[in-house]
């Protein structure tokens, strides 16, 4: 679920410069307007939101009001709540921060900067929602506990077995899909396998660190022998039942943070790598990535293919157009090689020669598709085209990538000497041929 807020004030006009502010800052959120702490509140009922803002004065509640009412309800008592106004004192400060008041957005800072600084908070105060897989054999006290998470929007899936909670475990490993954020598991349970079994299968057997799978562990036994063994199995914390929803909710929220602080540096660092391996103009991958990963996933199959593509006079363009225009014409190349082989590897190999790995016995008539299509680009209003040559694993049994590249780059040569715009394969044996003569129909 995408984040939602919900913006209060009696102004339209208000909420329109807020809205529109907010649109601007965080273009994918979902935005509901209220013009009275009423609308609001019954609003409330039905959704949950990941931010409130109102304004103090409101025409039939007191802001602060508004504010108790919004911690006495059921689905958003959590949601932080930004009051919107220009005359905070520091009795109101202290008032509204007794009455549940998270933050303040000074008016006087101007509209203009009221995206930013909610878009500032949300990241420092993300919305802790995540998916929990929930172990627990008592029928009662899983349905009671459900019903708290799920009110504040949590997506539960329950099992009342270790055995279960592995196989959907195992599951969502191998599937590389998004799985779980966090499990909440009984320590002692029923069946033959235990909670501290499951945090083993968790730590040992799948290898999940406590970050990258934290484990919020329920228990009815207070001593402190049980504690030190939920830990010393690998749980993040426990709690004792009864639950308290309070208590049970700040546990939860705390290591969802860790979670999503953990999935924050791992996107991070993909991306700084991504980045480091991307040529910035072309957005295809540089020669780097293209010596570090090119002859591992050539080999990855038996019937990979190098393909050099050149484009063909490149020099004149920049030389009669000037270079930015020369620039444009290789980023709207970069982005076709990209669109067309999401299969393969794109790279810029250096100024205006691509190479693309890629495998499959139809790469001849995909690289005369290509010719074709490059005829067809028109980048910046320019008629430009390429010379293509290929190189196959197959037909050269033993080569490494260098190798390959060097059988493709004399085809790429007899595709220029034979006229330009022409795709050639370097075959077996070293011949060197036209690739619509590959082209097995």
Known sequence: MGNRIMLVDSSTAAREVLARRLQIAMPEIAI?????????????????????????????????????????????RYAPVVVVSSDADQRLLHEGFNAGVTDYFDKA?????????????????????????????????????????????????????????????????????????????????????????????????????????????????????????????????????PLIEEVVMARIRSLLLVKYQYDRLLHQTEDMERIATTDALTGTRNRRYLVDEGQRFLFSAADGWVMIIDLDHFKRINDTKGHLVGDQVLMALGRLLNQRFKDGLPFRFGGEEFVVIAHGAEMPARAEDLRLAVETLLPAGIEVTVSIGLACVEDHPGDDLNTLLSHADMALYAAKEEGRNQ??????????????????F
């Open 423 to 440: 795709a050639h394969v370097n075959s077996r044996g070293g011949s060197i041929r036209p690739a619509i003569q590959e082209i097995r």
């Open 109 to 241: 800072l101007g509209f203009k900067v009221f995206g930013q600084f909610i878009k500032s908070f949300m990241e420092r105060n993300p919305d802790l929602c995540g998916r929990i897989l929930y172990i627990e054999d008592s029928k009662t006290v899983a349905l009671a506990t459900r019903q708290i998470l799920e009110q504040h929007g949590m997506e539960v899936t329950h099992v009342f077995s270790v055995e279960e909670a592995q196989s959907l475990l195992e599951k969502a490993q191998s599937q590389q899909d998004d799985g779980f954020d966090m499990v909440i598991t009984d320590f002692h349970l029923k069946g033959e396998m235990t909670g501290g079994d499951l945090l083993y299968f968790v730590r040992v057997g799948l290898h999940y660190s406590q970050q990258e799978l934290p484990v919020l562990v329920t228990t009815g036994n207070e001593e402190t022998h049980t504690q030190v063994e939920v830990f010393n199995a690998g749980a993040n914390d426990f709690v004792i039942k």
């Open 32 to 76: 509901t307007s209220c013009a009275s702490a009423t609308e609001a509140l019954d609003r409330m009922e039905q959704e949950r939101y990941s931010l409130i803002t109102t304004a103090l004065l409101l025409p039939d509640m007191d802001g602060l009001d508004f504010c108790r009412n919004i911690r006495a309800s059921k689905r958003n």
